[in-house]
């Protein structure tokens, strides 16, 4: 069984930065896919941001040249730049291994954090 556990939401104004950290509790993390995932007050969760097991990202239109995901050993972060207020929402870390690769479909993973709340002001 893995867990994750995520840190470092808060409260920012718009343009500002925040990195987020997922700390898993098993060294076997390293084999799975990881990645972000974020839902707004009355949408669906959506994903953010991606990263293989060897390391290949992908990430939504809406953040590419914003935020970058990376992972160490079993840590993973999502450095988020140049933050606006429709990023507001509560972010998940998930992990995988359904799938060969990563995917921004939520369905694909099976671990899930309990999120932490990113809020950005205008």
């Known amino acids: 069984q893995v867990q994750l556990v995520e840190s470092g939401g808060g409260s920012v104004q718009a343009g500002g930065s925040l990195r987020l950290s997922c700390a898993a509790t098993s060294s076997s993390i390293s084999t799975y896919y990881m990645g972000w995932f974020r839902q707004a007050p009355g949408k669906e969760r959506e994903g953010v941001a991606v990263?293989?097991?060897?390391?290949p990202t992908r990430y939504a239109d809406s953040v590419k040249g914003r935020f970058t995901i990376s992972k160490d050993n079993a840590t993973l972060y999502l450095g988020m730049n140049s933050l606006k207020p429709e990023d507001t929402a509560m972010y998940y870390c998930?992990?995988?291994?359904?799938?060969?690769?990563?995917?921004?479909?939520?369905?694909?993973?099976?671990?899930w954090g309990q999120g932490t709340q990113v809020t950005v002001a205008s």
């Open positions: 998930a992990a995988g291994h359904r799938l060969g690769r990563a995917t921004l479909i939520s369905f694909w993973y099976d671990y």
């Open positions: 990263i293989d097991s060897d390391g």
